[in-house]
Nanobody, 123 residues
Framework: QVRLVEPGGGLVQAGGPLRSSCAAP????????MGWSPQAPGKEREFVAT???????YYADSVKGRFTISRDNAKNTEYLQMNSLKPGDTAAYYC?????????????????WGQGTQVTVSS
């Protein structure tokens, strides 16, 4: 069974940067859209960034201008560069691989998920 692997996470001060990665060994990675979906305590999981198989990106308004999603198809890995982090960004961040090449924000469109990695931003 394919599983997405998210190493790390971390604790960072407000205003600082953090980079998350997500590896997809054994997956037909290049044909799939990928995404990042954080979940804060007591809140629903929402996608904040997606990237299509062709590299088209989407960002939620809350992270636009601060987060950058990217992918390296040769390494079967996607990344989320998070800059200017805020305490409100604190959440467990889940990476996801879509069943299609188009990036969407519907969780049901994604059929592989990582285990989640905790990002904590201190004020």
């Amino acid at each position: 069974q394919v599983r997405l692997v998210e190493p790390g996470g971390g604790l960072v001060q407000a205003g600082g940067p953090l980079r998350s990665s997500c590896a997809a060994p054994g997956l037909t990675f290049s044909d799939r859209a990928m995404g990042w979906s954080p979940q804060a305590p007591g809140k629903e999981r929402e996608f904040v960034a997606t990237i299509s198989s062709s590299g088209g990106t989407y960002y939620a308004d809350s992270v636009k201008g601060r987060f950058t999603i990217s992918r390296d198809n040769a390494k079967n890995t996607e990344y989320l560069q998070m800059n200017s982090l805020k305490p409100g960004d604190t959440a467990a961040y889940y990476c996801a691989a879509s069943a299609s090449s188009y990036g969407t924000t519907r969780g049901s469109d994604y059929n592989y998920w990582g285990q989640g990695t905790q990002v904590t931003v201190s004020s």
